[in-house]
């Protein structure tokens, strides 16, 4: 297909530009399903919101599309379409169409799931996290059709669809071995994360992974009167307090044993491209909930404390009496929620396993502590910045953004590391929303044009990647 004037070396933005109203009527349309997973009253609508997916990509032409809805995993969607050349290489692209819950709904300045265009930005429940990243990739093979005139694309594109991300993805593993044949692949390209920012978009290499849990200490078996007991007896809130305040030292290193050991450092490119992006501390400040300065692990800038460090975050605590006035007790246990954001290669079992040891040193005589985990965590996971495929990535991104792309990182987990490790091969990123897209928060909105040049490196990317991975 010839382009047009104003872009006659660029097919895949021509045919972006063409494509684009439907696209946006499209991903309107899908937007109206309220396929909250998390609210088992909205399973009937992740079933629809499945079913308006493979629709639409069987009225796209995909020869192979399949809804997978045998449970116990919400539905997803899987499609395929061959490339022409059986030798091209197969690449997975992995995205959700579940949507988190929309409390406070009275906050939305238009109702959630009644998509509102206003300007270039597109309001709805999924606009940004996950639909509209999914939407930008049945356009980018759209486009990747028409750019090169072909029936088929240049790689095997797969399409791995998942109805449970927002839940914590707890049934992809039985997904993922029940379909080892199907999502097989050379390369994933996972689509649920954000650009740095609109003027400095990025190619994100690497997420967090986490582990949770709840420490529970308990002194006797009930509260006790503090004028009566009180100084005779272990606390156990204060030692709980002694616990939490020996988790960091004043530089705001972990304390857990051999915390550090396994960390890998981003290489000099990854922290000269950190280094280069824009950074504005008020924004910055604003955006984490109007906190008043910046903090954290010393000799590392904010973003590479956000990137590439571990953590450990209090999430809550309590315990005793918290009512209102006072009441003079010895509290008979108290409470922290503590998480960790992890980086490669640490291990959250390994983690797992430091925290109940610092737990054990930190107990007092006469106060019983207890570890409950929250699931087994999730791993981090980064991909080699020298693999071919990422080097693609970010030649797609600059062709389709007219500008230089550097590498980022989110400090958020997904299933990114658990399809490296399923399908033993590279997970790239490539995403076009944005970080203040307010995902899981009220007004959330995906801009459209982002999408747009998304849609367009996406395609770039099906026309490079068989030379590139060669
Ligand atoms: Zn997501």
């Not at 005793?320 to 998480?339: C, D, E, F, M, Q």
């Not at 640490?346 to 610092?358: C, G, K, M, V």
């Not at 080097?391 to 989110?410: H, N």
């Not at 590279?426 to 007004?443: E, K, M, Q, S």
């Amino acid at each position: 297909m010839s382009g047009d004037p104003e872009h006659p070396d660029r097919p895949e933005r021509t045919a972006v530009a063409a494509l684009a109203d439907d696209f946006v009527a499209g991903l309107r349309d899908w937007l109206t399903i309220p396929s909250i997973g998390a609210d088992p009253a909205h399973h009937g609508d992740v079933a629809r919101s499945a079913r308006w997916l493979a629709d639409t990509l069987r009225a796209d032409g995909w020869p192979d599309v399949r809804v997978w809805d045998s449970g116990p995993a919400l539905p997803a969607v899987y499609a395929c379409w061959p490339a022409a050349d059986p030798d091209a290489p197969t690449v997975l692209v992995y995205g959700h169409h579940d949507v988190q819950p929309v409390d406070p709904v009275e906050l939305w300045r238009h109702p959630p799931f009644e998509p509102a265009l206003v300007g270039e930005e597109l309001f709805g429940r999924g606009a940004s996290d996950d639909k509209g990243q999914v939407a930008m990739h049945l356009l980018g093979v759209k486009a990747h059709l028409a750019a090169t005139g072909a029936s088929a694309p240049a790689v095997t594109i797969k399409l791995f669809v998942e109805g449970e991300e927002e839940s914590g993805s707890p049934h992809i593993t039985k997904l993922l071995d029940e379909h080892r044949d199907e999502l097989a692949c050379d390369l994933v390209v996972f689509s649920d994360t954000p650009l740095y920012s609109r003027d400095a978009p990025t190619v994100c290499t690497g997420q967090r992974g986490v582990y949770g849990a709840e420490v529970v200490f308990t002194g006797g078996g009930s509260d006790v009167h503090s004028g009566r007991a009180g100084g005779s007896v272990p606390n156990p809130a204060t030692a709980l307090a002694r616990l939490v305040a020996a988790l960091h030292d004043d530089e705001g290193r972990v304390r857990l044993r051999d915390f550090y050991a396994d960390v890998v450092e981003p290489t000099e490119r990854e922290r000269a491209d950190y280094a280069a992006l824009p950074f504005d501390e008020a924004v910055w400040l604003a955006n984490s909930g109007g906190a008043q300065v910046l903090a954290g692990e010393a000799g590392w800038s904010t973003l590479e404390r956000v990137w590439v460090r571990p953590t450990a975050e209090v999430n809550g605590i309590f315990g005793g009496y918290t009512g209102p006035g006072l009441k003079t007790i010895v509290p008979a246990s108290a409470s922290v929620k503590l998480s960790f954001r992890l980086v490669p290669d640490q291990d959250p079992e390994r983690i797992a396993d430091a925290l109940r040891e610092f737990v054990a040193a930190h107990t007092p005589d006469g106060v019983r502590s207890e570890v409950i985990a929250a699931g087994d965590g999730a791993p981090p996971y980064a991909v080699d910045v020298s693999h071919p495929a990422v080097g693609a990535v970010r030649d797609a991104l600059e062709a389709a953004f007219d500008q230089p792309v550097r590498y980022s990182r989110t400090g958020g987990s997904g299933p990114a590391a658990l399809l490296h490790g399923w399908l033993g091969v590279p997970v790239v990123y490539l995403g076009a929303t944005l970080p203040d897209d307010r995902i899981h928060a009220p007004n959330e909105r995906v801009v459209v044009p982002l999408l747009l040049r998304g849609a367009e490196a996406a395609a770039r990317l099906w026309r490079l990647l068989p030379e590139r991975l060669r």
